[in-house]
């Protein structure tokens, strides 16, 4: 079964709008990570975001913020005030278990393509 | 700049052929992952090293191999090369303690012909 889950293979959103990009997952542990990532067509990975599990408030970085909903073991991005430079592949990705060190599990990705 | 170095950038070399991947992870971080990104298996954590010792394996196959050595650079050897192999091969570091992100190289790209 498929630990990480982006359904959207692609989204496009105009400059200057809000867009969201989904991303479930599946684990049994009571301590895990969750991330995102933005691969440019450069190809190296960026670091967009953090939530922990027992994090209770939803976190943000900037233009980005990370709607978390844990019952539903769900943990969307939202990108506010879309930029040119957003078009890119996303991914979300989990780390499982108490450690900080464990590895990563990623999502297919989605293509965002920011349109003028 | 994350501070992982990766070396070499791009590789182009011939089926059946060995090549070495080189990591240099952040100052301090003790811990090194190896990811393989190709267009089919998406990205695939390969193998996880911390402060010279095997941690955890992934779907890495037996022509893959890896080494973290004293000063804590990587390798990921890569022998008997097929077309199939072609793939962005990452290296990522992360710190010991704290749920932090783990900090990605620039990636070497492999092309096997």
């Known amino acids: 079964a498929q630990k990480i889950t982006q359904t959207q293979p692609g989204m496009f959103v105009q400059e200057k709008e809000a867009v969201t990009l989904d991303c479930t997952y599946d684990?049994?542990?009571?301590?895990?990570?969750l991330f995102w990532y933005k691969q440019p067509s450069s190809g190296e990975m960026i670091f967009l975001i953090y939530q922990g599990s027992y994090d209770e408030q939803n976190a943000t970085e900037g233009r980005y913020s990370l709607n978390f909903q844990k019952a539903r073991k769900s943990a969307n991005l939202v990108i506010s005030a879309s930029q040119l430079g957003d078009s890119a592949m996303y991914f979300c990705?989990?780390?499982?278990?108490?450690?900080?060190?464990?590895?990563?599990?990623f999502g297919q990705g989605t293509i965002l393509t920011v349109h003028p | 700049d994350s501070g992982v170095t990766q070396t070499p950038k791009h590789l182009i070399t011939a089926t059946g052929q060995r090549v070495t991947l080189r990591c240099s992870p952040r100052s301090g971080d003790l811990s090194v992952y190896w990811y393989q990104q190709s267009l089919d298996q998406g990205l695939q954590f390969l193998i996880q090293y911390y402060n010279g010792e095997e941690r955890a394996k992934g779907n890495i196959l037996e022509r893959f191999s890896a080494q973290q050595f004293p000063d804590l650079h990587s390798e990921l050897n890569l022998s008997s090369l097929e077309l199939g192999d072609s793939a962005l091969y990452f290296c990522?570091?992360?710190?010991?303690?704290?749920?932090?992100?783990?900090?990605f190289g620039q990636g070497t790209r492999l092309t096997v012909v």
């Open positions: 990522a570091s992360s710190v010991l303690r704290g749920n932090t992100e783990a900090f």
């Open positions: 684990t049994s542990d009571q301590s895990y990570g």
């Open positions: 990705a989990m780390r499982e278990g108490g450690t900080s060190y464990g590895k990563l599990t």
